[in-house]
């Protein structure tokens, strides 16, 4: 069997890096700039990348987004409420609000959060940027940034782990799962 390929804190950083720039230089002018983590996975790369957007000149809002009650499968299995609450730390009204997530699969998640956002108000302009696209969407979304792109199969799962207090740490794996039916794939929220 072969090793499953495993991405360095470098190539990590590498990726987040590209992604600041990218929104760095679209969003020069943009005056009303949000950046808003899905909870759990997108958190700490919405820290990241305001850090490294407040270095190139941009003055990013930094919040949460919590998808717990807007998830697909709630009906299936308890409601699995996010460790970080929704907090959007100024009017969404109007915002340039950049969604940023881990890793982007099915675009459950992703149609979650603009639910949760836009139970907050209307933004003029929502993008997504994620670390890590892995394929395999089951709904029409895309990233407007992407850090790193990876084929994985069904049988497969992307684990991203980014430490807060020592970016060395970060890891980024493709893992073999267990074969599941076909009916519990298409229930995760990823």
Do not use: W
């Not at 990590?12 to 990218?22: E, K, P, T």
């Not at 909870?39 to 919590?66: E, V, W, Y």
């Not at 992307?158 to 493709?174: C, E, G, H, M, N």
Request: proline share 6%.
């Amino acid at each position: 069997m072969a090793t499953p390929p495993k991405h360095d804190a470098k190539t990590i950083d590498q990726a987040i890096a590209r992604v600041a720039s990218a929104i760095s230089r679209r969003h020069a002018s943009s005056a009303h700039l949000l950046l808003l983590g899905i909870a759990n996975g997108g958190i700490i790369l919405a820290q990241r990348l305001a850090a490294q957007l407040k270095k190139s000149g941009l003055k990013p809002g930094l919040g949460t987004i919590d998808i717990s009650f807007h998830r697909d499968d709630i009906g299936r299995n308890p409601i699995p409420k996010e460790f970080s609450p929704t907090i959007i730390p100024h009017d969404v009204n109007g915002a340039t609000v950049i969604l940023v997530d881990d890793v982007l699969h099915s675009g459950r998640t992703v149609k979650a959060a603009l639910a949760e956002l836009f139970d907050h108000g209307r933004p003029s302009c929502v993008e997504l940027a994620v670390l890590v696209d892995r394929g395999g969407r089951r709904l029409p979304i895309a990233a407007t940034y992407t850090g790193l792109t990876l084929v994985a199969g069904d049988t497969e799962k992307i684990k991203v782990r980014l430490d807060a207090a020592t970016p060395a740490r970060d890891t980024l794996l493709t893992e073999s799962v267990a074969s599941e039916s076909k009916s519990s794939r298409l229930t995760p929220v990823t």
